[in-house]
């Protein structure tokens, strides 16, 4: 026997529509809508948090940065100007840029080893936190000058008639100091051992005295040709102090302190810094080291040429 046929349910307005499962679209879009604008406001503040630490190391560092690159571009300039003013009264085969190097560097390198004496004589009692960590002082505006002259000094270097093996060293020395600069000015931290190592610059403002004296840019005489002896036995003095002496001694300051409070200064630093750092010192005490040579000959024999003419002025006398 049939069944009775099931009473038929009025047609709900659904029906006839097809069924729309929410997407993640939908879900993000509803919990928009649902969040009131406190937690916008709390979403904002989350975000400036993460990005202050960025706006003040642009703030400390980037806009300082510039303009010391701006102040040595422009002593160049002025350097070149005076270069060209004095070109009638050089040697028609003279070098301008070489000769703009040289009165570009008298005052850069002055400045640059003042800053690395004061700043390393001023936080050299403050203990290993501010060695590692220190970021005021003269030592960080050692560290903005350095990065920002050596910027400005390599097409110098590679515009400047020099013998192409000098060239390529040179230039080399001046793109890994700089990188190590610009690691330390982007952590904000280490600038004592960038000034510790600065103080080799005293050599260097050696160097270009001597050069400037050879180069005969104030002129030539006896008294210039004594400055010249006095001046090399100087600078084979201070390359040896400031630079043979000093790379060595800032390797075992470093690796010292980090011996002696690992986690607090070796470990908590980038590995970039960890051995960036002390692998440019072993290349430029190398680097020191073959030049140190090189000077010395120069001093023996400019030491030697000075006898003979003294010998040779006695003997016209006598």
Known sequence: RASPASPVSPASPQEGKVHHTPTRHDEKKNRRRSEGPGTMLIM?????????PYQVLAERNVVPFFAYLAACAATYGLSHLMACRIKNTRPK???IVADADLIFSVPMYAALSILAILGTTAQWNDGWHS???????????????????????????????????YKVLMTGHHMLSIGCMLVGLKMDRMYFFAALDGVCEISTFTLTTLFILKEGLIGTNSVISALVTANGIALWFTYLVFRIFLFPFWLYTFFSEAYANPDETFYAISTLERWLFPIANIIL????SLWFL?????MLKQIKKSGEKSGEKRKKSD
């Open 131 to 165: 060695h590692w960590f220190g970021n005021e002082g003269y030592c960080r505006h050692f560290t903005l000058l350095y990065a920002a002259m050596n910027l400005v000094h390599v097409p110098i270097t590679i515009f400047k008639r020099q013998d192409t093996t």
């Open 93 to 95: 085969e003279t070098d």
């Open 44 to 52: 904002a503040e989350q975000i400036q948090s993460v990005l202050t």
């Open 285 to 288: 005490l190398g680097l020191s």
């Open 294 to 298: 090189q000077i010395t000959k120069g």
